[in-house]
């Protein structure tokens, strides 16, 4: 799934024509991939016996990526243009904290 996350900008941009159905679209995808890996996140952080600083690391990269994935969200409800440098933020905030999360075994 984090190839195809990382990938999914670079194609876009290698059209060079992206429309903003396109760019809608993969904000969209991006921000269902983050639904599908936050609580992932969260159950890791709650497990007691969890490492501090792997809980930590995850803690930082989750709300690294809200950063970046509430706005986009409120631009896809408002129907705000979104742009292929906010969607690629996002896209590599969400591939960074799935990393984080494969990197300490947690399934998916």
Do not use: F, H, W
């Not at 690629?88 to 591939?95: F, I, K, L, R």
């Amino acid at each position: 799934m984090r190839k195809l996350l990382l990938a999914l900008p670079l194609a876009l941009a290698a059209c060079g024509t992206t429309t903003q159905a396109q760019l809608r679209q993969a904000g969209y995808d991006t921000i269902q991939a983050y639904n599908a890996t936050a609580p992932l996140a969260e159950a890791y952080v709650q497990q007691p016996s969890a490492d501090p600083t792997i809980k930590a690391k995850i803690k930082t990269a989750s709300a690294d990526a809200m950063k970046l994935i509430t706005p986009l969200g409120t631009d896809l409800q408002s129907s705000m243009p979104v742009t292929s440098l906010e969607l690629s933020a996002a896209t590599a905030a969400v591939a960074a904290l799935e990393a984080d999360i494969a990197a300490k075994g947690v399934a998916q």
